[in-house]
């Protein structure tokens, strides 16, 4: 399994701010997940990260709202931008391992409240 | 667009019980498919993975599947209050070792002491 770390672990923001959550890794890996977790519900996924090309978001989430950098193979940045109440969440980075095939592992989460 | 169909709960079991959480999936080709726990307010974390049809164990826990019925369920032994959170499946979106995940909405399970 891997180690994955995200910064903040919380944080309580004003409408209109933007939030940059920090994604780190203890491995390389080719594949970097960003998942939103909504009170009560299930994981929705927001954007696949790979290192060296854009961001690909799934349906209803956009680049402009959540702009992901992945600068190198261990490390992943969302941006929360102009935020809403409708943005609190727990978001969540997630990786696939070389080597396990598919499986995913979760890092332990930013929980975030917009006001 | 593949989909993960689980019965949300919640599931309540008295301690000591099997409790039975099914998962049903629409994509034929699906080759590999995983149980995660979830306890409230923290990350999901894997507790089994299978590929083949039939039964894999570990532990308390035993991961079945049917390919042919699209259908993989999770039983877990000797239920514990510790057991209490909610269990997705999930399983990849195409053949290939780095696709993406598709996770069921979960099944929140409940323990009776």
């Known amino acids: 399994s891997a180690v994955i770390s995200q910064k903040p672990s919380r944080d309580i923001c004003q409408r209109g701010t933007s939030l940059t959550i920090q994604c780190q890794v203890d491995?390389?890996?080719?594949?970097m997940f960003w998942y939103r977790q909504q009170p009560g519900q299930s994981l929705t996924l927001i954007a696949t990260a790979n290192q060296g090309s854009e961001a690909t978001y799934e349906s209803g989430f956009v680049i402009d709202k959540f702009p992901i950098s992945r600068p190198n193979l261990t490390f992943s940045t969302l941006t929360v931008s102009n935020m809403s109440p409708e943005d609190s969440s727990i978001y969540l980075c997630?990786?696939?391992?070389?080597?396990?095939?598919?499986?995913?592992?979760f890092g332990p989460g930013t929980r975030l409240l917009v006001l | 667009q593949k989909e993960v169909e689980q019965n949300s709960g919640p599931l309540s079991v008295p301690e000591g019980a099997i409790a039975s959480l099914n998962c049903t999936y629409s994509?034929?080709?699906?080759?590999?498919f995983f149980w995660y726990r979830q306890y409230s307010g923290k990350s999901p974390e894997l507790i089994m993975s299978i590929y083949s049809n039939g039964d894999k164990e570990d532990g308390r826990f035993t991961a079945q599947l049917n390919k042919a019925s699209q259908y993989v369920s999770l039983l877990i032994r000797d239920s514990q209050p510790s057991d209490s959170a909610t269990y997705l499946c999930?399983?990849?979106?195409?053949?290939?070792?780095?696709?993406?995940?598709?996770f069921g909405k979960g099944t929140r399970l409940h323990i009776l002491p």
């Open positions: 997630s990786v696939i391992l070389g080597g396990e095939g598919e499986t995913q592992y």
């Open positions: 999930a399983v990849p979106s195409g053949r290939y070792g780095d696709d993406k995940i598709i």
């Open positions: 491995s390389q890996v080719t594949m």
């Open positions: 994509d034929r080709v699906s080759q590999s």
